[in-house]
Structure formats: C-alpha cells, structure tokens
C-alpha cells in the first residue's frame, strides 16, 4: 500500500483498463453505462470529457471517484487500486484522494463560504490551522475574500460554483471531477469559471477531467475524450 | 461537533422552539412528580412518619385508622401473639379546630392522633422526625405537621376544639407528618380521649383505632405481622409502609399519576423523534453531499446524536430551572418538594428515549448512497 514517494514516481493521476457498469434492471434486463473504458491521465493532465446525455460520462466519473463500484475492470488513482475497495475504504479514499463538483448540489446550505471549504476537514481527521489557512488562501484564489461569511443562498450561481471548485480543492486532491461545472451558467460566466478551474488546476499540476456537453469549452483542457453509449472514443 | 453546532446556529428558532417544548414537558411532569408526592404525603405521611413499625388494624376497618376499632379481645390477641414486645393504642378522630395563630380566626378540620407518650413523649406512635421544639410530654400538648405552620399552627400557638373549649398547645413540629390532607396534631391519648368528650359529653370511651406494635427481639416486623395475623382473622396487621400504601385511594392517586407519566414518557420521544426526522430529510440533500465527499456515515450519525443530547439536555436542565421556584411553593395545603431523585430518573430516561427515538433519523443517515449526489435533479427535494 504504502510504496515510498521516491521509490515509484507516480506520473498518472488516474489508470482506468476494462472497466465496465452493468445496471441489472428490475425486469432483468442489463444497461450497460460504461463498456470496457479504458482512460490515463497525467499527473497534472486536464481532460474534457464529452458526449450527449445518458452516454455515460458521470458513471465513468463516479468510478473515477470511487462513489460508485464498477461491474468489472481496473481502476486506479494515483498511487492507489481502489478496484476492490470496500464501502469504507472507498470514503477514506473520497475524503483523501479526489475533488469532486457535482452537477447539481454542491454546498451546505447552512454553511457560510468559507465553512463549506473547511467541512472537509472535518471528515476525517483534523488539522485545523492548515485547514484554515488554506480555506482562506483558495477563497482569495478564487475571488471570495469578501464572500467569506456569505451563506450560499446569498451567492449568485458563478459564486456558488466557485465555492464548490474550492471546495473540491481543500484536500489537494490527485484527480478532480468536475461534472457540467458550466451547465448551470451563461455562456460568459461559463468561460469565467472554466478560465479559473484551468488556473487553478495548471498551478497545482493537478490532473482533471471536465465532463461537458458543449464543444465550445473543451479547448481549456489539454484533450479531448468522447464518449457514446458507454464506450470511450479518443 | 462543527456540523452539529453550525446547523443549531443557522437554525436557532427551530431548535429553540424544540427545547422550549421539551423544557416545558419536563416542568410539568417534574411538577406532577411533586403534586403526586405532596399528594401521597399530605393524605398518609402520618402513618410513615410514626414509630410503631406495625400496626393493628380490624379487619372491618378496611385499613381507613378512622373505620378501625380495636376490642379489649383484639388487643390481648395482639399482646400474646409471637414477635410482639410492646403494644400500644392509637386513636384518631377529626375536629373542628380554631388555631390562635391565625389572624383571621379561620377554623380548620383538624386531625387529632392520640399515643401513649410514655415517660418522654417518645412513646409507640409518637412522629418520628421532629424538626422544630419538641415532642408533647404531657397531657393538652401536641406536635403538629410542618404544612399547617403556615395556617396558623406555630409552636406556642393554641388550638381551640369546637364547640367546646378544649385547648391544645402546640410544643413542635413534625415533617411530612399530615393525614388525609388536614393540619394534624399529635398528642396524647388522655389528650385524644378528652378531645371527643369536649365535643360529644354524652359520648363513652371510644375503642382505640389501631394498635401500635414494637416487634421483639429477633422478629422482623414482617414476621410479627405474620405473626400476628395468625392470631385471629379479625386482625389486619400491617408494616407501616404497607398501611400507608394500602390506605383506600392511595393507589388509585399513584396509578392516575403513572398514566399521566407514561402519556409525557411517549408525547417527549416521540416529538424528538419526528422533529430530527424531519429535519433529516430536509437536508438529505447536504447530507447525500457529505457522504459523497468523504464523510463517514458514522461521523453524520454521531452529529445527529449530538444534537439531540443537546437538545434534549437543554431542554432539561431549562424545564428543571422552571420546576425549582414552584417545588418551593404549597398548593392548597398541600407542601411541594423539590424532588432531586425525580429530576435524575427523568433525565436519564429522557435522554435515553431522545436518542433512541433519533435513531429512526439515524437509520435513515446510514442508508444514504452517495452516488445520489451525482444525479442532476439532486435527492430529497
Ligand atoms: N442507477 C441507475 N440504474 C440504472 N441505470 C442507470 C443508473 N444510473 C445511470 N444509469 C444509466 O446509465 C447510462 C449512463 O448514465 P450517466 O452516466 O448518468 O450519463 P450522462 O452523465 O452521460 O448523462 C444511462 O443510460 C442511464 O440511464
Ligand atoms: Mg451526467
């Protein structure tokens, strides 16, 4: 588990070889959402991921994440196989390991800005005064300063997912998942926000994949991947 | 803790209004707790706060002291039975009674209990708690109860019999020491027998009540009752415990009480347990959040539990604080008590059902899949 840093350089964020969803339906019938996907990302590679609904791009995501178990394949992050991961040891790794920005809810309502980020420090074991600092330092980043203190019912939609992003970067994750972070967004806000994720994850060297439906955004990530009915086409 | 505390913070009137309903649940079954106890005290506290540690009553009495009457017959069955040291005859009667210490000249339906005070006052039936002067020794004085001080029955005050002038002095005052809910005075049995003449001149000696029994060496009082009711079906003896609990009525109070107190004991858990439901399932969403990012169901769980402890704990200690300036009062005759033993067992209890009628909140935060916060329309909304 614990090989050293120094030994085996990790240089992928994220190995995925054969992995595959199977849904058995309640008549019996299977949906296959993701067919044999086989996907590497660099350690600090931003990757759009692209396709129409229902194509299975939050699947892929979710395994990627470790919220969802896949029916069969390899999959792993950074330096760790969470292909047979149990229910727990696949929280402890969403808590350690990713970022995640939802396509819908994405932040406690009774949680100013600024708690919303520390709340992850709260999952597992405390640190405290890092936390802190660190919460304030990606506020700043993120333009939010002054937003601190703000409840999300308080914040536009463009403050709210800028939030989220530094949410989703308060455990320095390997990989974050940003899945339709524009979809909520006007064309000019979208650009804003998908500016700041590029930024913030080039100044990490962090590695992402951005799901999206809309070929206008993808020239912010380094590639593109598309993906129809369940299978991956590069 | 953080999430349990900024949820509170962020919703103050919510959780305010459920703790202000809990302390008020818990005022009023901390002051029923008291009224039931006052209630108990006043009608039989007489018969728990005397020494004989038996009593003798007639079968036909039906364990009413005033219904009951001892015949010579009785009492030498009672002197001969096994177990039996020292016998000695308690009469009981209700009079008409105008205490000097009342400045409005109020009268009062008095109980007069009469013993045997023996060479210092200590005789068998004498009130075992004297809080204030001390027991009559002699004929024409008397301890009274603690609740009928305040009616005008102080020590040094004289009670007047009506009609009739016979005159009782109060010499002291005993705790928790009433019957049948009246002001009550202990005197002697010469003093008790003069009482009914000054009232009735054409009435005989009346029989005594009850006997009052001192068990022998190596006998329990248990044993000598035995003992005693095996002497003769006529006689109904009884511990002093037992003769309190036995008076007619006392149970019927007790078990009015206790339905009372199983209707609070369901009405709490139950409001604490809808109340977290719900709020449960208003923030599934945040909740679905949470697990999706990393948290523990465990860690949600224990921030639910936290909060009804709080809640609950809050609830108790305001209705407590609500409950001790009324536990220091009396109520038509009837002294109140702080009853520390009542405000243990209800928290306790309390608490104990809070968290458990949280659990169906509980079960409902540990059956939350994570990957819900990844579909579009978002859970629970
Ligand atoms: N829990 C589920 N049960 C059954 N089928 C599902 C479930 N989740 C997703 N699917 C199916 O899997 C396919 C891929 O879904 P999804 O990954 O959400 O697509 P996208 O995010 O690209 O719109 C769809 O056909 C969808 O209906
Ligand atoms: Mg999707």
Redesign the pocket.
């Known amino acids: 588990m614990n090989s050293a840093p120094s030994a085996t350089t990790v240089t992928t964020a994220l190995e995925m070889s054969n992995v595959r969803k199977v ?1 058995t ?1 309640g008549d019996g019938s299977d ?1 296959v ?2 067919d044999h996907a086989t996907l590497t990302l660099g350690s600090d590679e931003m990757v759009a991921l692209v ?10 995501c ?1 395994i990627a994440g470790g919220i969802l178990s896949a029916t069969e394949g390899r999959i792993v992050v950074g330096d760790e196989d969470i292909s047979g991961h149990s229910a727990k040891e696949l929280t402890k790794f969403r808590q350690d390991k990713v970022g995640f920005v939802f396509q819908s809810v994405n932040l406690v309502p009774f949680l100013n800005a600024r708690e919303n980020l520390l709340v992850v420090d709260e999952l597992g074991r405390r640190t405290g005064a890092p936390a802190k600092a660190r919460a304030d330092q990606l506020l700043e980043e993120l333009g939010l300063a002054d937003r601190a203190k703000n409840l999300p019912s308080q914040l536009s939609g463009g403050q709210r997912q800028r939030v989220a992003i530094g949410r989703a970067l308060m455990n320095d994750p390997a990989l974050v998942l940003f ?1 339709e972070p524009t979809s909520a967004l006007d064309t000019k806000l979208g650009e804003q926000v998908m500016e700041l994720i590029r930024n913030e994850m080039k100044s990490r060297g962090t590695a992402a994949i951005v ?1 999206t439906h809309d070929e206008r955004i993808t020239h912010y990530c380094d590639r593109s991947v598309h ?1 129809i009915d ?1 299978r991956l086409e590069a | 803790m953080f999430l349990a505390f900024k949820e509170m913070a962020r919703a103050k009137v919510r959780f305010a209004l459920l703790i202000a309903a809990i302390a008020l649940l818990v005022f009023l079954i901390l002051f029923q707790q008291s009224l039931q106890n006052g209630l108990i005290t006043g009608f039989i506290g007489a018969i728990r706060e005397q020494s004989a540690p038996v009593l003798v009553y007639s079968v036909d009495g039906q364990r009413v002291v005033q219904g009951s009457a001892i015949t010579p017959e009785m009492e030498a069955q009672v002197r001969t039975a096994p177990g039996v040291r020292e016998v000695g005859p308690i009469g009981q009667g209700t009079f008409t009674g105008k205490p000097s210490g009342n400045a409005d000249g109020e009268t009062f339906d008095t109980t007069i209990i009469g013993y045997e005070l023996g060479p210092d006052g200590n005789g068998i039936g004498a009130p075992t708690t004297v809080v204030e002067g001390r027991l009559p020794n002699a004929d024409n004085e008397a301890v009274v109860s603690d609740a009928d001080v305040q009616l005008g029955y102080g020590i040094g005050d004289s009670v007047t019999l009506l009609p009739g002038a016979k005159s009782i002095t109060i010499v002291g005052v005993a705790q928790d020491a009433q019957l049948n809910v009246s002001p009550t005075l202990f005197v002697s049995y010469e003093t008790y027998l003069d009482a009914i003449k000054s009232v009735n001149p054409d009435a005989g000696t009346p029989l005594p009540n009850v006997l009052g029994v001192v068990p022998a060496d190596g006998y329990t009082a248990e044993q000598t009752v035995t003992s005693i009711n095996d002497q003769s079906l006529d006689l109904d003896a009884l511990t002093k415990d037992d003769a309190a609990a036995q008076t007619p009525g006392v149970s019927q109070v007790q078990q009015s009480f206790n339905i009372i107190f199983l209707l609070y004991g369901l009405v709490v858990p139950c409001v604490t347990g809808l109340f977290f439901l719900i709020v449960t399932f208003q923030k599934a969403n945040s909740l679905t959040l949470l697990r999706a990012i990393g948290a523990p169901a465990g860690r949600l769980v224990s921030s639910l539990l936290i909060q009804v402890i709080v809640i609950v704990g809050a609830g108790l200690l305001i209705g407590t604080l609500l409950y001790y300036p009324v536990s220091q009062q009396s109520l038509g005759g009837i002294t109140l008590r702080f009853e520390t033993s009542a405000v243990v067992f209800w928290s306790v209890l309390l608490l104990s059902l809070g968290v458990l009628s949280s659990l169906v909140a509980a079960r409902r935060v540990l059956s939350i899949d994570p ?1 819900e916060a ?2 579009g329309q978002g859970v629970g909304s």
Not at chain 1, 51 to 60: H, V
């Open positions: 849904y339906m949906v959402a993701l396709g129409p609904s229902g194509s299975g791009k939050t699947t892929l979710s899945d799901v993906i369940g | 990957i990844t579909t």
